[in-house]
């Protein structure tokens, strides 16, 4: 813009020397070129000035998304390794969906508010430039036509900014509950269709879908809208300008080069003022991201850091002492004062009636859910334990175990060796070799390559119990083993079980609602 009025002068005055006698030497040193020569020199300079902006606006650019998006990597990573050292009564209270949402979707929108506030900067400082030099050349005027931007540009934002931060609020509620009933569409898919409620949960999407676009779409039009009245403004502004200097009585060839620089300035001013107006608005829209955000991390600063401890001698015994547990959505203990010592090489079965706390006392036992009182496994307190030791000392099969349908059973059944391995290190020889007998010793080997969505409800138990064996761990803890087996599997899987425990001197605890296989498959009950 600064190049604009000795370019404009240069072309209007044949013969610029005499209005500035400072170019005598400059044009002497190039050998006192012509008018048009000097015109060509002047273009070439300006086409050589944009070269450089260019090349400047593509490094910013650069550096501005490698710190924005590595803010947002870094804060993903952040949430999702608190969430995951959260204790296990935390996710009993949370929807995964919400939690998937903030570790997602909303470090996103924190990245675009980020990226917004870095615009506030740097057209501040355009706007501030542009205004220095305007009031340099022409004072009254740049002060009329900045003053004029500036005060429409505050008005439509202080117009605008308390429905822009409703819309950002009911936004973010919409899209919390749009993600939650997909997630949970989608993951229960079987028992929607078995009980005929895809309209209920597709109505109930549609709602919060159509909710969050509204939303979406009068914000996005509320930001288009200042660029049609500030381009009336500007316009109006320079019409004015011109006005005042002719009153004035100054020549037009003196106008002609105020005029340009003014024109230049506005449609540079315009684009600005309407894109600051625009990233102030996408700050207060995504403020309830920022503040939602901001109370995860708070939450999230409680959690215990991962430790790292030395290698874990052996002590083939499983103590409970003291075991009270209660969710925190109850007022009654599920678990009350539980006193257990068992020998390495037991066999124990808990039954009762539903809600008595048998799923219960194999999650304390097994670290899932934090509990008062003490828990040794294998002579050390399970509370001393890292994940590395815990997984290598205890293999617990859930009663629904999580499996995820797009991966090979093979694939899934290594996933208990994962305590074995190093960093970064792959399955070896000896692992496959476990796996391989995990299955084997099920019956389960010909499903190896086998997707684990296409398995029938007692083959995918089969392979939850293979991938607990493959763990190698002494205490082997089973949910309700044989949920999802008939009568004919359910005795042939516990015959299973109990060869290996014997083979492999293994303590297994396990819950059952049948009291006659409980009776038959364990030394205790």
Known sequence: IGAVIPILSLMAKSNPAEKFPVLVPWLD?????????????????????????????????????????????????????GYLRQPYTFHLQRNSAELTRNALNQVGEMTGAIQSGMLIVAESLVYLGVLTLMLIVEPVSALL??????????????????????WGEGYQEHEKLRFQYLREGLGA???????????????????????????????????????????????????????????????????????????AAAFRLMPSANRLI?????????????DNLHKEFCLLEEARPLKEYPPLPFKKALVLDGVDFQYPTTNTLVLKEIHLSIRQGDSVGFVGSTGAGKSTLIRASGGIIESSGTIKIVGKNIEELNHRQLAKSVAVVSQKPIIPMGMRVMDYVLLGRISHLGFFESEREQDINAAVLALKSLDALHLVDRFVGTLSGGEKQRVVVARALAQSSPVLLLDEPTTALDMGHQQ???????????????TVLSTMHDLTLAGRYSEHL
């Open 189 to 263: 898919a079987k028992d929607i269709k078995l009980l005929g409620r895809e309209k209920n949960f597709i109505d109930q999407y549609q709602f919060n879908n159509l909710g969050s676009a509204k939303l979406s779409r009068y914000n996005i039009t509320l930001a288009a809208l200042p660029r049609f009245w500030l381009e009336l403004v500007g316009i109006a502004g320079i019409a004015t300008m011109v006005l005042l200097m002719i009153g004035k009585g100054k020549p037009m060839e003196s106008v002609m080069p105020v005029l340009g620089l003014f024109a």
């Open 278 to 290: 625009g990233a102030f608005q996408n700050l207060r829209f995504s403020s309830a991201a920022f």
């Open 492 to 506: 042939e899987t516990l015959e299973l079980i109990n060869q290996l425990r014997i083979e492999r001197n293994l």
């Open 29 to 81: 040193l190039l050998g006192n070129p012509s008018h048009e020569q000097l015109v060509v020199f002047a273009m070439l300079a300006l086409v050589g000035i944009y070269i450089v902006k260019v090349l400047f606006l593509i490094f910013l650019t650069w550096l501005q998304a490698r710190f924005t998006f590595g803010i947002k990597a870094d804060f993903s990573l952040r949430l999702f390794t």
């Open 145 to 166: 036509v900045t003053g004029t931007l500036g005060l429409f540009s505050w008005a439509g934002y202080r117009f605008t900014r308390g429905h822009v931060k409703r």
